[in-house]
């Protein structure tokens, strides 16, 4: 008798583990919160910034602060660089006249009535919804609208109307699964992303023309799913999602010649310091085809991404004096 109750403790509570394991993996494979609360749009953007305070930036140089965010880093407490913790984008691009509608949240470590003083200051007027105030900011022409939601977490739109800040709040207050790209993609990106994008090309759109004359407009009528992670190595990844097989080996074809004619363009150039390391992370991308999804990844070293962040600083130091301000930063703005 002491040996079956002993089996039957053992096995209630192998079902018990189970139940959490499952739980924790669904969890875990969930979208982040914060990206199930934006409204649809065109292109969704997450990014993951935890992982980047774990950097020692206590020996970065000090640089000379642009006044406006230094008036708001004196008057909020917030650092971008220290304090925000995930940004979460969702892009609706306006039929006709090429302006993007932005709806933003930003996940961080602040004080609350710190920036809600900040914001009762540069606002017009305000509204309550929800139990919670929104902050109408006039900026270039039209309404930014800025909500400290809780005690992490702030959401910011630019349109004019009120209606996608309003979306933002219901959806805090009910289960949601979160806009149509998400529903419908977020598979494709890789357990452990740190940064990812889902983004919708429909015909015409503009990614077919960019600067130095080429043209992707193979990418018309399809939906890219980018990710990166990080494992000591950044490994990229990108699903190229298109409507039927055939597209999709037109795609891997365009892909194919364009990555031809990086390597060949590469080749001509001789970085300082050797072109090992760029050489590596050229011909480590692969590009495959798996019925109508041509997946291209590639993975960029630590010392390639080394190598890129060094010569990026340079280039600061070059262009601009020490006392240069900082980029102001990141607000919502419209494409001119």
């Known amino acids: 008798m002491r040996k079956h109750r002993k089996l039957l403790i053992l096995a209630l509570l192998l079902v018990v583990l189970g139940m959490v394991a499952a739980l924790l993996y669904r969890q875990a494979v969930r979208p982040p919160k914060a990206v199930r609360l934006l409204p649809d749009g065109d292109r969704l953007i997450y990014i993951n910034l935890k992982p980047a305070h774990l950097l020692d930036l206590s020996k970065s140089k000090p640089v000379q602060l642009e006044v406006d965010y230094q008036d708001f880093v004196e008057k909020t407490g917030i650092q971008y660089e220290r304090d925000l913790d995930e940004v979460a984008v969702s892009?609706?691009?306006?039929?006709?006249?090429?302006?993007?509608?932005?709806?933003?949240?930003?996940?961080?470590?602040?004080?609350?009535?710190?920036l809600t003083n900040y914001l009762r200051g540069v606002s017009s007027q305000t509204e309550s919804y929800r139990d919670r105030t929104i902050f109408m900011i006039p900026h270039d022409g039209h309404t930014v609208r800025a909500?400290?939601?809780?005690?992490?977490?702030v959401a910011v739109t630019n349109m004019n109307s009120p209606d996608p800040m309003h979306g933002i709040l219901d959806r805090t207050q009910q289960p949601s699964s979160g806009p149509d790209l998400l529903r419908a993609y977020y598979g494709h990106v890789p357990?452990?992303?740190?940064?990812?994008?889902?983004?919708?090309?429909p015909a015409n759109s503009s990614v077919a023309q960019v600067p130095g004359g080429f043209n992707f407009s193979f990418l018309e009528n399809t939906v890219a799913v980018a990710s990166v992670r990080y494992n000591g190595a950044a490994a990229l990844k990108a699903d190229l999602i298109a409507r039927n097989e055939e597209e999709a080996r037109h795609i891997l074809g365009q892909v194919q010649t364009f990555l031809t004619m990086s390597r060949a363009v590469a080749?001509?150039?001789?970085?300082?310091?050797?072109?090992?390391?760029?050489?590596a992370a050229i011909d480590s991308v692969q590009?495959?085809?798996?019925?109508?999804?041509?997946?291209?990844?590639?993975?960029?070293?630590?010392?390639?991404?080394?190598?890129?962040?060094?010569?990026?600083?340079?280039?600061?130091?070059t262009r601009a004096p020490s006392t240069s301000p900082a980029p102001t930063p990141p607000a919502p703005q419209r494409r001119p």
């Open 267 to 279: 080749g001509t150039f001789r970085p300082k310091g050797g072109d090992a390391d760029v050489k």
């Open 147 to 153: 909500c400290v939601m809780d005690g992490s977490r």
């Open 91 to 114: 892009q609706l691009d306006a039929a006709n006249d090429g302006e993007v509608a932005s709806s933003e949240i930003f996940v961080g470590r602040f004080d609350p009535v710190r």
């Open 191 to 201: 357990f452990g992303s740190l940064a990812w994008t889902i983004a919708r090309f």
């Open 287 to 317: 590009i495959v085809q798996k019925e109508n999804v041509a997946t291209v990844t590639a993975t960029l070293s630590e010392k390639f991404l080394k190598k890129m962040l060094s010569g990026v600083e340079a280039e600061v130091v």
